[in-house]
């Protein structure tokens, strides 16, 4: 089999690894001429760049019950060398196909020899073709800090799976993988961050989870990533509604629907950019993300007695609490609050929030606005 032919074939088993770059979807992903894989990455400075994603080899020994690539599944099988890797995606950049590159691997023989491998690709893309643009490396369970130094000096961004938020639920879908050992690596990075002052892995380290596959609970999920926001200052973290692959035990297990994922990432913004914490996140009976309405929605309506709030003098920490409000309309509301003031809805709709969802809980210059709450519409906040 030809280079690109396996560019093809690893590119494609690389849809399972979703961690990362918001790309999560078939629609997000494009081909070109070769059909090879191409992800559009959004970066921490917004720009956006075309990454080829792809595995190292998709042979591995691990027996993960989730995994289109586990040992115990019947699927072709194939590696590159790192010089082989390197020298396509040379190619593949000064055609101007791709700008930066996300690689993963399979285990083949062991975590030590396959990040060897990896890092190999990536100190011959830095040194021999002199690239200086985007790379997104994973590291392997149960590699060495020496590894994981060698990764923060060749890498834009970091990851390492998770998978599941605690290490029951990770025994039921990967038996033969220890959460702390998952784990570890980020400490490493983070200290080696800390160290440098952030000169290294410039866009951070990042997370995934597979999204229902252990049966864990949303309130599992998002107290295990709080937890890593605050510890670890993580980048992002990343959800993976699990989808059942034939020829694994899983393969019978119900998929997650998509609007669990939704939920889970609408809550982590909450957590990440907006200053909520895991305790004011309002879960069902069985700690799960209510369906019928976004997180922000749900918190508001647990809180009457936070609102109504005035908006031509609320600070931006009571902004980012009203449904409809974002960071950036917020931003935008007190640039205005500091040159004028709100008299009407479309002076509050020109900064960019969703009157619709924030009329009920706001005022202007004391007058309440006559929109009626749409609680169970919608799907954002």
Not at 282 to 308: I, Q, T
Not at 324 to 336: E, M, T, V
Not at 359 to 379: K, M, T
């Amino acid at each position: 089999m030809d280079t690109y032919e396996k560019v093809k074939v690893l590119g494609r088993s690389a849809q399972y690894d979703l961690c990362g770059e918001g790309c999560g979807t078939e629609a997000n992903r494009v081909r070109d001429e070769l059909g090879h894989w191409i992800y559009p990455a959004v970066m921490p400075d917004g720009r956006r760049v075309k990454l080829l994603k792809v595995l190292q080899s998709n042979a591995c020994t691990n027996d993960c019950y989730y995994c289109a690539s586990r040992a115990g599944r019947d699927c072709p099988r194939l590696s590159f060398s790192p010089d082989e890797l390197a020298r396509a995606f040379d190619e593949m950049q000064h055609r101007q196909l791709v700008e930066g590159l996300f690689l993963s691997s399979a285990i083949r023989t062991g975590p030590e020899q396959a990040m060897d491998r990896m890092l190999a690709t990536a100190e011959l893309i830095r040194v021999k073709y002199q690239f200086r643009g985007y790379i997104h490396l994973k590291i392997m369970p149960g590699v060495t800090p020496a590894h994981v130094e060698q990764a923060v000096q060749l890498a834009s961004r970091l990851s390492v799976n998770l998978e599941a938020p605690t290490s029951e639920r990770l025994a039921r879908i990967a038996p033969g993988k220890v959460l702390e050992e998952l784990v570890q690596p980020l400490h490493w990075v983070h200290r080696l961050r800390l160290e440098s002052e952030g000169r290294l892995v410039p866009a951070g380290q990042t997370t995934q989870f597979v999204v229902g596959a252990a049966d864990e609970s949303d309130g599992e999920l998002l107290q295990t990533v709080a937890q890593l926001y605050r510890g670890l200052d993580l980048q992002r973290v990343y959800f993976s509604a699990f989808q059942p692959v034939p020829g694994t035990p899983l393969a019978e297990h119900p998929a997650t629907p998509l609007w669990r994922e939704h939920r889970l990432y609408q809550s982590d913004f909450l957590l990440r950019q907006y200053g909520f914490t895991f305790q004011e996140l309002v879960f069902d009976k069985e700690g799960n993300l209510p369906r019928r309405a976004d997180p922000k929605r749900m918190w508001a309506m647990a809180h009457p007695e936070f609102f109504p709030i005035e908006v031509n003098r609320a600070p931006r920490e009571q902004l980012l609490r009203v449904p409809g409000i974002g960071p950036r309309s917020a931003g935008r509301i007190l640039r205005w609050q500091r040159e004028s003031e709100f008299r009407t809805l479309d002076d509050l709709k020109k900064t960019g929030a969703v009157i619709q969802w924030a009329a009920p809980f706001v005022l202007l210059n004391g007058r309440r606005l006559p929109y009626q709450l749409e609680l169970w519409s919608g799907q954002s906040f």
